[in-house]
């Protein structure tokens, strides 16, 4: 297995099998960490940079979060506008890159270009972790979902996730990549205009992840053992902040997911929504037993502590 030390996590297009369960392995190691509500010294002599070009609460939260749990400190940005990355200079991501590699000892960004945290990891000297970037990927928060379902079902392996919602979305490209160093099949339902692009599902094709496509939640619910959400109705993902229209489309009842809904589901199953949510999941299902996404949560600071703790090489 390759190390973790010092490496840049972008993508889950390279990920291998064994790499997913050495870091849930390093989560269960660091979780009572976090349950337990303390910091270390882990990584006590060690900076985190974020670096956030479009508006987070969760992604940014929780590395910050589990920055200071493992004792390390945190510095940068949370909004471009205020600084010369945003304003008249519009800095380029080099040189925003070269300066805040002397700032800390790892960069977490979000960015509303596709590629730019790869553009980053060309010019830093330290270790970048990709934290969503426009329509592309979002590794963390998917590496987050797999631990939960891990967690919850006891494996990964021979279940069939149902992702609902609008699938040109950076998880579900995450996703798709990751289900394929597993026995797992991936269940599609979006509107059209919502629907995976052809070179994804090539992708897909090529890398032996198992999916089928269906038109109704219907057809799959009762097939699903974990029920796998993002909203329809969002803002566009490629511009840096989108503010909310007076009027706004509501999700078609195909793509919600309601109580009602859920007594056609499996028993066992589970619900995951990265979050924030509007009205594709209501909050009637919170107090169903399917409901996971508060768990996910949690495990979003207990997966980047393993994360951080990795890269910044505290195992090894």
């Known amino acids: 297995m390759r190390s973790f030390a010092g490496r840049d996590i972008l993508s889950l297009k390279d990920f291998e099998r064994n790499e997913f369960f050495h870091l849930f392995e390093i989560a269960d190691r660091v979780e009572p960490i976090a349950r337990e509500r303390r910091n270390t010294d882990l990584l006590a002599h060690k900076t985190l940079v974020t670096a956030f070009y479009q508006p987070s609460t969760r992604t940014r939260l929780a590395h910050e979060a589990a920055m200071h749990r493992l004792g390390g400190h945190v510095t940068g ?4 506008k205020m ?3 945003g304003d008249f200079y519009q800095e380029s991501i080099k040189d925003t890159v070269h300066m805040l590699e002397f700032y800390g000892d790892a960069i977490v960004m979000r960015h509303f270009q596709q590629g730019a945290p790869q553009e980053a990891a ?11 970037d426009g ?4 590794p963390t928060q998917v590496l987050t979902d797999l631990y939960t379902v891990y967690k919850e079902m006891g494996s990964v392996d021979g279940l069939s996730f149902l992702a609902i919602g609008d699938h040109r979305m950076r998880t579900m490209h995450s996703l798709g990549y990751a289900l394929s160093q597993f026995d797992a099949e991936m269940i599609i339902l979006s509107p ?18 198992k999916y089928r496509i269906v038109d109704h939640i219907d057809e799959a619910i009762a097939d ?13 993902y490629t511009q840096s902040r989108q503010e909310k229209q007076d009027e706004y489309g509501l999700t078609p009842a195909n793509y919600q997911v309601t109580q009602e809904v859920m007594k056609r589901a499996k028993g066992s199953s589970i619900v995951l929504h990265s979050l924030p949510r509007m009205d594709e999941l209501l909050a009637e299902v919170d107090d169903l037993k399917h409901a996971r996404y508060w768990q996910e949560a949690y495990n979003g600071v207990v997966m980047r502590m393993a994360l951080l703790s990795s890269i910044l090489g505290a195992w090894e």
């Open 83 to 85: 600084t010369r990355a």
């Open 77 to 80: 940005f949370s909004d471009a």
């Open 135 to 138: 329509w592309g990927e979002h």
């Open 122 to 132: 060309k010019w830093s000297s330290v270790p970048v972790i990709n934290a969503g």
């Open 192 to 209: 059209e205009e919502m629907s995976p692009l052809p070179e994804f599902l090539a992708e897909l094709d090529d890398k032996g992840t």
């Open 224 to 236: 699903a053992d974990v029920i796998y959400m993002e909203p329809v109705v969002q803002p566009d």
